[in-house]
């Protein structure tokens, strides 16, 4: 069984790469079209100058012990232009021994040669958007496809050296079957992955998915189909080897994408790069999702100071994994909160109604009636909250 571990000394790195070769529909990160290698140099010069700038604010952490590599699609980042930034990032931190270092990729960049270079230039870890193999799909959401191209991938993913690789997928695509998804799944989850992203297709507003379906021109998700797979998924996972971790992410034992953890454990970050954001243990800041604003001022950013009563327990209610009262009310009183013993209490009394927790040897743990009423329990503490 997987048991929560904070590092509060250690730092995570999280570099957003805003170009892609198209748009997905789908797609609410933001990004802009990739015109040769000039940009990718100007942006570089622009991660310095936000880590120069940033620097004073995270100096206080011993080891940076998780560096992330998101976009966009940053697989169209030269292994020259990711060993730039991480000698840069060496300069000021040490690595912890187990630092993990992921780099996500599209299956039309991660060719044989490329991953190479990656493993020889320090990514440890390996994230493929796959998302699914039927052509129809993908092109009804903008997103290039070639079938032995999507084969050939999977394929030398699995023989890569990397220390962990995963994949993602997506389901609740237009027209997409119940047998459909389950064909995609048990492809990747048969091949000797570590890591398994399983998410649901959203109508993020301001995507060309959002603005189809409100114009009539492609229909919503098909509800019923992802609520079908959401109650399929942790018991076929299991039969696959995979324990579930996150709302949408699964892992073999011991390979947990520390960085999506980070998150969640409310462990400091910092975000470079236009779009990102980061949490330097107080504060929270957001970049300005505009490649050439940020070029001019790389660390200008909006500032929020996080509230921890609130904050904390929703991201404990997004992972499945078990975790101690203590160890949430030690947490919770380092950061400030006069209402440690106010969240215990919550927690205690959902477990009681049944609502979404049970207690085992003093770890609370999920119950499948709490997945299923995850939005009812996070509606209940911010009310909760928001009446103190």
């Known amino acids: 069984m997987f048991v929560l571990l904070r590092r509060p000394d250690s730092l995570g790195i999280y570099i957003h790469f805003p170009y892609c070769l198209q748009k997905c529909h789908y797609c609410d990160f933001y990004s802009v079209p990739l015109d040769g290698e000039a940009p990718i140099r100007a942006f570089l010069t622009g991660i310095e100058q936000e880590w120069q700038a940033r620097f004073p604010d995270f100096e206080r952490f011993s080891a940076v012990d998780s560096v992330f590599f998101g976009g966009g699609t940053s697989s169209l980042l030269p292994a020259w232009a990711l060993r730039q930034m991480l000698d840069l990032f060496q300069e000021r931190f040490s690595f912890s021994p187990d630092c993990e270092i992921t780099l996500e990729g599209n299956p039309e960049n991660l060719t044989e040669q490329y991953l190479e270079e990656l493993a020889q230039t320090g990514i440890t870890r390996i994230n493929a958007g796959i998302q699914t193999f039927s052509e129809r799909h ?75 379906v409100r114009d009539g021109s492609m229909p919503s998700p098909d509800e019923a189909l992802q609520e079908r797979v959401f109650e399929t998924l942790p018991s076929v996972m299991s039969d696959y080897g995979y324990t579930l971790y996150e709302i949408s992410n699964y892992a073999k034992p011991g390979f947990e994408c520390r960085h999506n953890l980070r998150y969640w454990l409310y462990e400091p970050y910092m975000g470079l ?71 215990q209490a919550f927690f205690e009394e959902e477990a009681r109604l049944g609502h979404g927790f049970f207690v085992d040897a003093d770890l609370f743990q999920w119950s499948e009636v709490g997945r299923l009423q995850l939005d009812g329990i996070i509606e209940r503490w911010v009310l909760n909250q928001k009446a103190k």
């Open 138 to 212: 993908l092109r009804t959401m903008n997103r290039f496809f070639d079938a032995a191209r999507y084969s050939d991938m999977l394929d030398i993913l699995c023989r890569s050296p990397f220390r962990s690789r995963g994949v993602d997928l997506i389901y609740g695509f237009p027209g997409q079957t119940f047998d459909e998804f389950m064909t995609d799944l048990h492809r990747v989850a048969t091949v000797g992955l570590e890591h398994l992203s399983v998410y649901s297709l959203t109508e993020e507003a301001g995507t060309g998915y959002a603005t189809r």
């Open 273 to 343: 790069g236009p779009g990102a954001h980061g949490f330097d243990g107080r504060f929270r800041y957001g970049n300005v999702r505009n490649i050439d604003r940020w070029s001019a001022r790389p660390a200008a950013a909006t500032k929020t100071e996080h509230e921890v009563e609130i904050d904390l327990p929703l991201n404990l209610f997004r992972l499945t994994i078990p975790f101690r009262p203590s160890w949430m009310k030690r947490i919770l009183k380092e950061n400030g909160s006069r209402r440690a013993d106010d969240v």
